[in-house]
């Protein structure tokens, strides 16, 4: 009964979300953007290893370059958002993807493709954080709230995209390769066209060009966030608390394969269970933090959490099969809960602590976080944790324990001038 009620519950959400009817197609634009998104992720090392016949280094520096140039894309995205609206950006991001994917179906050579991937991920960057903030200011109040449906979308996106994915890759041709990037190019179009029925959100300080209505002058200089030490401090903490995205990527699946006695086939499971985890506690999770204040007393729960995971990772060095995949399957979990936490305190802290009237541009330069973290966090995996084995496992958990009671404390410091 209690299962079918929280069910009941969802399905109402969904059906009456937090903004009305724009937060309802920003919704449906969040699930067909992730569902082009899950298809990209599943196919484009195969796509570039079969069809464009580069080699493994050759794909990995392509993705690297692409990763370290989606840096870029938020704080871009986040100045252009402050001149002519959050609306407007969001559909020139989707475009670019368009364009860049469809460029990909007439590139083989690495030269060729390096821009045009590095573009496709510039524009992905800088789309994610422009939903954030269309997000945040449409729900208004209710933030916290769709917050918890946006997430639970998404990844019903990642879970369809790969669906969708693993269909074109049973077949294998390269013409199912092809028709794979042209579903992920339909995908960002048809994003386009939703964002391009959404009305520009009202917010606080944004100017004609902005909105399209008139408004008060500024009482004085926007707040610029490269300038403000105090949010560069969590802007840079935050990026050291997304590394459990790497780890459920990059650290269990290699780590497992390489340093440990269970099965290769139980990868997938990690997938697997970081899907169907998300899907039934995103709400719960969600229900911890309704204010910056709470979101600050709960940022040590991720340092825990990673601590838990790498240490169930190190134990599982050296050990039996069994043993070894019921402490790797722990270890997702616990990634999972992380991730989970790090979802909903990093969306409220970077709307909170940024100035209200210069959101925009805030918010841009705080999803350079997520944008570093891909550029460097399998980097950090496999280049360091990795290769000191078990104590690399532990020094990495009690690294980002440190770096969460860190946050709590400038958080709450910052929080405290602001109030």
Known sequence: MGERARSEGLAAQLRRPPGGRDGRAMLLTLFVDRTGT????????????????????????????????????????????????????????????????????????????????????LGDRAARSMEILYATEVAGEQHSAYRALSRTVMNAGYAAGAGLAALGLAVGTAAAYR????????????????????????????????????AAPDPGPRPNPWRDAGYLRFVALDAVLTIDDAILNVGLPLWLIHSTGAPHALVPAFLAINTVVVVLAQLRVSALVRSARQAVRVVPLYGFAVLGCCAAAALAHRTGALAASALLLLAAVLVT???LVRSVVSWELSVALAPERARPEYLGVAGMAHSTEKAAGPLLLTGAVLATGPLGWLALGAATTAAAYAQRHYGAGRLALTR
């Open 337 to 339: 809960l992380a991730e």
């Open 38 to 121: 899950g298809v990209w992720s599943a196919v484009c090392v195969l796509y570039f290893t079969e069809l464009s016949r580069l080699t493994a280094a050759q794909v990995g520096l392509l993705l690297g370059a692409a990763s370290v140039a989606g840096i870029a894309g938020t704080p871009l995205a986040g100045r252009l958002a402050a001149s002519h609206g959050v609306r407007r950006v969001l559909i020139g991001c989707h475009l670019m993807r368009v364009a860049a994917l469809t460029a990909v179906l007439f590139c083989s050579s690495f030269a060729a493709l390096l821009p045009v991937v590095a573009l496709a991920t």
């Open 179 to 214: 028709t794979l990037v042209v579903v992920d190019a339909a995908s960002f179009l048809l994003s386009a066209a939703l964002v391009a029925s959404l009305h520009e959100p009202r917010r606080a300080g944004a100017g004609a060009g902005a909105a399209g209505q008139s």
